[in-house]
């Protein structure tokens, strides 16, 4: 299957700063990824749909301008929490999805606002 | 609204045991079904997939899909310690329509 990363695994920022967080496909080209946000003890929920050259497609709910994504070539995404509040404080995850339909995930960032 | 349910658990079971773990989804038109074992603290990790009607077996593991009862389940044979996870179903629908998750069933094997 596809191999993601994603850089970096963790994170601690103040309040009211902006944090990137990278998702790379390694093996694998891919025109999709996907943006997932986990809160503790909950399931994983979908941020957005990223697409590769295009703007990406939000889920409901979730403020585009607040979390920007950019996938700029074929086995980079960018995330870009701006203006981070506590609550924002999640494990977000990425991931890849291949001609299958099968999803393989890169191993998260810990995003900590103090 | 395409929905997976699972049951939350947590399923306890002893080691040694069988495991079964089930998934029912909304949408007939579905065609692609995923297994993922998610550790605590970790990103979820495929397990199985499965396309067709039936039973695939993969080691300990066994997917058994029936699409007329629109429903998926998991077998784990000879449960480990180390198979204690939360264990997400996916579903998708193919034409690269998104993938809907379960909320997770979370699986404890007891020693």
């Known amino acids: 299957g596809a191999v993601v990363s994603q850089h970096p695994s963790w994170v601690i920022c103040k309040s009211g700063t902006s944090v990137k967080i990278e998702c790379r496909s390694l093996?694998?080209?891919?025109?999709?990824m996907f943006w997932y946000r986990q809160f503790p003890k909950q399931s994983l929920m979908l941020m957005a749909t990223?697409?590769?050259?295009?703007?990406?497609?939000?889920e409901q709910g979730v403020e585009k301008d607040k979390f920007l994504i950019n996938h700029a070539s074929l086995t980079l995404s960018t995330l870009t929490v701006t203006s981070a509040h506590p609550e924002d404080s999640s494990f977000y995850i990425c991931?890849?999805?291949?001609?299958?339909?099968?999803?393989?995930f890169g191993p998260g960032t810990r995003l900590t606002v103090l | 609204q395409k929905e997976v349910e699972q049951n939350s658990g947590p399923l306890s079971v002893p080691e040694g045991a069988i495991a079964s773990l089930n998934c029912t989804y909304s949408?007939?038109?579905?065609?692609?079904f995923f297994w993922y074992r998610q550790y605590s603290g970790k990103s979820p990790e495929l397990i199985m997939s499965?396309?067709?009607?039936g039973d695939k077996e993969d080691g300990r593991f066994t997917a058994q899909l029936n699409k007329a009862s629109q429903y998926v389940s998991l077998l784990i044979r000879d449960s480990q310690p180390s198979d204690s996870a939360t264990y997400l179903c996916?579903?998708?629908?193919?034409?690269?329509?998104?993938?809907?998750f379960g909320t997770g069933t979370k699986l404890q094997v007891i020693p």
């Open positions: 991931s890849v999805r291949d001609s299958t339909d099968t999803q393989y």
């Open positions: 093996d694998f080209q891919a025109t999709t």
């Open positions: 990223s697409n590769e050259g295009s703007k990406a497609t939000y």
């Open positions: 949408d007939r038109g579905s065609q692609s």
């Open positions: 499965i396309y067709s009607n």
């Open positions: 996916a579903v998708g629908s193919g034409g690269y329509q998104k993938v809907t």
